[in-house]
């Protein structure tokens, strides 16, 4: 079964922070990558940050460096977003991603079902 399902999620205020985990079955065998994405009200879904599997190299949009951080736990077969210094233009549905590496999301090939996020000024 591959399953990828997003956690952490929820409401906090401007400059604040969340921590959002996504817990991966199977879905990272074979995925060079796994990455977040996230999809503000009324526009298209943008890539995030994205991970080696191994662990290494994290990429990360212009829009979050320096504030967002991505991690994996092997053990755990888990991969966190650490969202820091959090800004209203940060609320969206962020999604959990394995497959290919980058930040297009036709690059990955599974996907989880979404947390929302929402941050007030």
């Known amino acids: 079964q591959v399953l990828l399902v997003e956690s952490g999620g929820g409401s906090a205020q401007a400059g604040g922070s969340l921590r959002l985990s996504c817990a991966a079955s199977?879905?990272?065998?074979?995925?060079?990558?796994m990455a977040w994405f996230r999809q503000p009200p009324g526009k298209e879904r943008e890539g995030v940050a994205a991970?080696?599997?191994?662990?290494?190299?994290?990429g990360y949009a212009d829009s979050v460096k320096g504030r967002f951080t991505i991690s994996i736990d092997k053990a755990k077969n888990t991969v966190y977003l650490q969202m820091n210094s959090l800004q209203p233009e940060d609320t969206a549905m962020y999604y959990c991603?394995?497959?290919?590496?980058?930040?297009?999301?036709?690059?990955?090939?599974?996907w989880g079902q979404g947390t929302q996020v929402t941050v007030s000024s």
């Open positions: 991970i080696y599997t191994r662990g290494d190299a994290p």
């Open positions: 199977g879905a990272t065998y074979g995925s060079a990558c």
């Open positions: 991603a394995a497959g290919d590496c980058g930040l297009s999301q036709r690059g990955y090939h599974y």
